[in-house]
């Protein structure tokens, strides 16, 4: 009998569940024949790119015949001014999740260990069964805790072995919101032995306003064992250009540039997050609209009797204390798109993602309408 392809595949991808996005728009009016879509799903920036980025690619584009500078120069020289490290500590991704990838691909192989906590980004175990290398899975905090849902640390210590190469901590987290002080992750950092890299993945870092919440890319200097992802698709609004880096001691971004594609960031997504970089009125309309929206979201929420987890990202996660398949099909038919985040293991949960005043108006009003009609769960 002739082997398959399946066969011939290697075995942590034969049994890798796929990376589920947000449904796009476009796919919402083919299917359902819905117009006037809003798209609450995969955490994007609703008021759009800076304008001076827009301006940037726009003149960009008559040098697309040309492939993009491969280290990324400008974009990393504006990059260590913004964070006062050498270029040499940059490494550009085609978007952060690369960064992710890259550094599994360095440090993980079969017989080695990651760990991440229990509902943390999804791209964490992806990337670690790509290499056949061994998950660990850390339980997450307690409902009773401040952040609940979120990362536990000590538990997380717990599964740290001599086999251990990296640690993912998403600060804040996907998909719950949650963040952790600086006090805690600095103690986690200290403690971490010599062996294993700890991954502080700061996606959302933009958006947080807690005044206890850490910049990590201070303490590089401290703990040469850590690196800091970043990233332009959430408050900087280039989602679409995919574009993100990380900062490292210089030799983990040696090691991470020999697996790195050669042009991984394009000429378009290279200048506009050099121009988004000096756009600060841009961000600080976007910080603030993000405020007010969690702000309303939660207050929806809380008049709907609907339980949801704190967040200071730019989305909530909302327990809907039934499986949610039914709201979320009505939704889409009121062509309103959100989150189911059962891939997660939350098969009762919904993450919405904060959109204009009104389009979360309406989506709150829709979220009411379809849950008045829905028998007891």
Not at 206 to 224: G, K, M, R
Not at 226 to 236: D, I
Request: with cysteine; proline share 7%; aromatic share 8%.
């Amino acid at each position: 009998m002739a082997m398959s392809c399946h066969d011939l595949a290697v075995p942590g991808i034969k049994s890798l569940k796929p990376y589920q996005p947000g449904k796009p728009i476009s796919e919402l009016e083919r299917e359902y024949g819905v117009s006037n879509i809003i798209k609450l799903a995969s955490n994007e920036n609703p008021l759009g790119p800076s304008p001076m980025a827009q301006k940037a690619i726009s003149d960009s584009l008559a040098d697309l015949a040309l492939y993009p500078d491969g280290n990324g120069f400008g974009l990393k020289q504006a990059l260590s001014a913004r964070h006062e490290v050498a270029q040499d500590s940059i490494t550009l991704g085609n978007g952060s999740n690369d960064v992710i990838v890259l550094l599994a691909e360095a440090f993980l192989q079969p017989g080695s260990e990651a760990v991440y906590s229990q509902y943390a980004f999804a791209a964490y175990p992806i990337a670690v069964q790509c290499t056949g290398a061994t998950a660990r899975v850390a339980a997450c905090n307690s409902s009773s805790s401040p952040a609940p849902m979120g990362h536990d640390l000590d538990a997380m210590a717990e599964l740290i072995s001599a086999r251990t190469r990296l640690v993912f901590i998403a600060n804040p987290n996907n998909p719950t919101g949650t963040w952790l002080p600086a006090g805690a992750l600095r103690r986690f950092l200290q403690a971490a032995p010599d062996h294993v890299i700890v991954v502080v993945d700061e996606a959302y870092w933009d958006y947080v306003e807690e005044p206890d919440y850490p910049d990590t890319t201070q303490w590089l200097a401290d703990f040469p064992n850590l690196v800091v992802t970043r990233t332009f698709s959430k408050a900087f609004g280039l989602a679409g250009l995919r574009v993100g880096y990380s900062i490292s001691s210089p030799e983990i971004a040696d090691l991470l540039n020999r697996v790195r594609q050669p042009f991984n960031t394009s000429i378009p997504a290279q200048v506009a997050a050099l121009a988004a970089l000096s756009d600060h009125e841009h961000m600080s309309r976007s910080v603030k609209s993000n405020c007010d929206g969690l702000q309303q979201l939660s207050a929806g929420f809380k008049d709907l009797g609907i339980d949801y987890v704190p967040s200071v990202c730019n989305f909530i996660l909302a327990d809907m204390q039934r499986p949610v398949a039914d709201i979320f099909e009505a939704l889409l038919r009121a062509g309103i798109i959100v989150r189911p985040v059962g891939n997660y293991g939350l098969p009762n949960h919904l993450r919405i993602s904060v959109g204009l005043p009104e389009e979360n108006t309406r989506f709150l009003g829709a979220l009411e309408s379809i849950m008045a009609g829905l028998a007891p769960a």
